[in-house]
């Protein structure tokens, strides 16, 4: 007859043990590193907290000067270049007294400031940054090419003609200058800059004329061609053929 033979419990009472041991260096695992992150904290909480203390004093600092300096220094600059603008526009459309017209844009009128001034009081705004462009084309219109030069490598736009047609006027400036090279350099830049079917076809032109007197006729030909193959309806494709003939 087989006899029943009791199981022994030695075996559940040993991984029971193992269990209550392996938790208990878990919890123990766990109060050491609360204990250690405790000690830290305790140790640099006052850098800690000087940390954020200085992020939120940054950013006061930020949105104080932004509102209670910077857009009021913005909405001031948009005002004073009105007048000077008047005048820039004035001395645009006139036969007669031209630099005059300039000259107050530039330099003030009215009690109001002219765009140099601008330059100087308002630097960082919008205003300033036009101000550049409009004294630039100013200085060009007045045949001080030097100082044409001096503005409009100021000015910087997201808008990609005015960034253009001031890179051009860098290079007729540079032109006037007999300063060939550099001319043909910001003509190349300024066409980096704009697709516009107006503006494009004009710079193509003068730097297809330019690359010509600097007898590179490679480059002259590649933009007398778009000329010819992407504007044919533009007033700057009128003998574009004559010119492709000079120079191939």
Known sequence: MATYKKRSNK????????????????????????????????????????????????????????????????????????????????????????????????????????????????????ASNLSYYSAGMAYYNMKKYDLAIEMLENFSSDDEILQSLSLSTIGDSFVQLNQFDDGLSYYESALSYSENSFVRPLILLKAGDL????????????????IKNDFPKSDQANLIDVRLEQVK
Do not use: H
């Open 11 to 126: 075996s559940k009472s040993s991984v029971r043990a193992k269990n209550i041991e392996s938790t208990k260096q878990v919890f123990d695992t766990l109060d050491d590193s609360a204990s250690k992150t405790e000690t830290f904290v305790s140790q640099y909480q006052n850098y800690i907290i000087g940390a954020i203390l200085s992020v939120l004093v940054l950013f006061s600092i930020y949105f104080a000067y932004d509102k209670f300096i910077v857009q009021p220094k913005t909405a001031e600059s948009n005002l004073e270049i009105f007048t000077a603008q008047k005048y820039f526009d004035l001395a645009m459309k006139s036969d007669e007294n031209k630099d005059s017209l300039f000259n107050l844009s530039l330099n003030g009128a009215e009690g109001k400031f002219g765009f140099l001034d601008i330059i100087d009081n308002y630097s960082g705004t919008d």
């Open 211 to 226: 690359a010509k007197e600097l007898n590179k006729l490679n480059k002259s030909v590649k933009f007398y061609e778009e």
